[in-house]
């Protein structure tokens, strides 16, 4: 819940600094389209989170972790995930995922496609969130970062 609050603050303090400027003139309205950004350079997506599941059997939890991470590989490829990470502090939720949807039936929809969540490894804890369009752009740079897979 914590982290909910954090995040919602900081895309309402960015949205607060946004919508209170004036007009920019660095718009590029071919890329504000390209993006789906509306007149604020925001965008409606689903922020999603990755929790501790009920099934803790580990006797297969290797392969389901790759398949988990290789399905995260393909909604990237796919566009429909803009961004994912696993939380570091070990706590009861795992990571975050920041979905390219704008409804949590279609968010719904792609977890039910990881093998992990199928398995009851992990749940997800859907949001409907409102931010910088800009996001999509998240993984087109992080291929040109990226020296090798998470899933190699």
């Known amino acids: 819940?914590?982290?909910?609050?954090?995040?919602s603050f900081l895309s309402v303090l960015?949205?607060?600094?946004?919508?209170?400027?004036?007009?920019?003139?660095?718009?590029?309205?071919?890329l504000a389209k390209k993006l789906?950004?509306?007149e604020h350079g925001m965008k409606?997506?689903?922020?999603?989170?990755?929790?501790?599941?009920?099934?803790?059997?580990?006797?297969?939890r290797k392969q389901l972790i790759q398949a988990h991470l290789k399905n995260i590989g393909r909604l990237a490829k796919e566009g429909?995930?803009?961004?994912?990470?696993?939380?570091?502090?070990?706590g009861t939720i795992a990571g975050i995922y920041v979905f390219n949807v704008t409804?949590?039936?279609?968010?719904?929809?792609?977890?039910?496609?990881?093998?992990?969540?199928?398995?009851?490894?992990?749940d997800m804890e859907l949001h409907p969130w409102y931010s910088s369009a800009a996001l999509m752009e998240i993984v087109p740079i992080h291929n040109t970062l990226q020296k090798k897979s998470i899933t190699d």
């Open 1 to 7: 819940m914590r982290t909910l609050f954090i995040l």
């Open 14 to 30: 960015y949205s607060t600094a946004a919508f209170g400027q004036t007009a920019n003139a660095a718009y590029d309205s071919v």
């Open 36 to 38: 789906g950004a509306d």
């Open 44 to 60: 409606r997506y689903v922020l999603a989170f990755l929790k501790q599941g009920l099934n803790t059997d580990t006797s297969n």
């Open 80 to 90: 429909k995930l803009v961004v994912s990470g696993p939380f570091l502090d070990k």
């Open 103 to 122: 409804t949590i039936d279609e968010a719904r929809s792609l977890t039910a496609s990881d093998p992990a969540v199928k398995a009851g490894i992990f």
